[in-house]
């Protein structure tokens, strides 16, 4: 088996901040996502990468930059935190881009005061 | 464009009792259908998958089936226990990643 970590659990931001998340995980997966959870909202896709230096936009992709400097890990940055804004960060990994499995870490709650 | 489509909860039913959650999608390719469940502090995990239509896909007494013509893919269960609380998201699997529905959130109660 294999486990995604991400990092910080918890981030707290003032408005206009940049702010990063990181996520590593150890499946040895080739794709990596990036997904923001809202109540109400479900989960909605931000940014993905097929595999080690590559980067795909989702639905949701502006305010948020992508980096996937090596295959194990997937960073996503705000680029300007919003003031009020809370939501819950999700990374995932899955074997190879198609329809396989999604393996989820635990999440990143945001807090922007 | 693609979207799923999933009862609005939250929905609470006392232990014994049975599931239905809704789940509609619109897509014009032919994709694969999962079901995700989440518990508290957790992340989502895969319930199950079905790829191909008219095929039914079960775990832990859950089952759904890909009803291609009616583009629905209903979550039931015949007798939910209280540790079944948790939110249940519909996805729909195509290409490179897969799209949501808000999820549903489940609460049983003795």
């Known amino acids: 088996g294999g486990i995604i970590t991400q990092t910080p659990k918890f981030l707290i931001g003032q408005e206009g901040q940049k702010l990063t998340l990181k996520c590593q995980q150890n499946?040895?997966?080739?794709?990596m996502y990036w997904y923001r959870q809202d109540s109400g909202k479900g989960l909605r896709l931000i940014y993905y990468?097929?595999?080690?230096?590559?980067?795909q936009k989702g639905d949701l992709s502006e305010g948020y930059d992508a980096s996937r400097e090596k295959k194990s890990s997937f960073s996503l940055t705000v680029t300007s935190a919003q003031k009020n804004e809370m939501a819950v960060f999700l990374c995932?990994?899955?074997?190879?881009?198609?329809?396989?499995?999604?393996?989820f870490g635990e999440g990143s709650k945001l807090t922007v005061l | 464009g693609d979207s799923v489509t999933q009862t609005e909860g939250p929905v609470t039913l006392s232990e014994g009792t049975s599931l239905t959650v809704n789940c509609s999608y619109e897509?014009?390719?032919?994709?694969?259908l999962f079901w995700y469940v989440q518990y508290p502090g957790e992340g989502p995990q895969l319930l199950f998958k079905?790829?191909?239509?008219?095929e039914k896909g079960s775990n832990r007494g859950f089952e759904a089936t890909y009803n291609k013509e009616a583009t629905s893919f209903h979550l039931q269960k015949a007798s939910v226990q209280e540790s079944d609380s948790a939110v249940y998201y519909c996805?729909?699997?195509?290409?490179?990643?897969?799209?949501f529905g808000t999820g549903t959130k489940l609460q049983v109660v003795p």
């Open positions: 079905v790829p191909k239509a008219n």
């Open positions: 897509t014009k390719q032919y994709p694969t």
């Open positions: 996805a729909l699997g195509e290409g490179t990643y897969q799209r």
């Open positions: 499946f040895n997966h080739d794709t």
């Open positions: 990468s097929i595999t080690e230096n590559d980067l």
């Open positions: 995932a990994s899955s074997p190879a881009a198609n329809t396989g499995q999604l393996y």
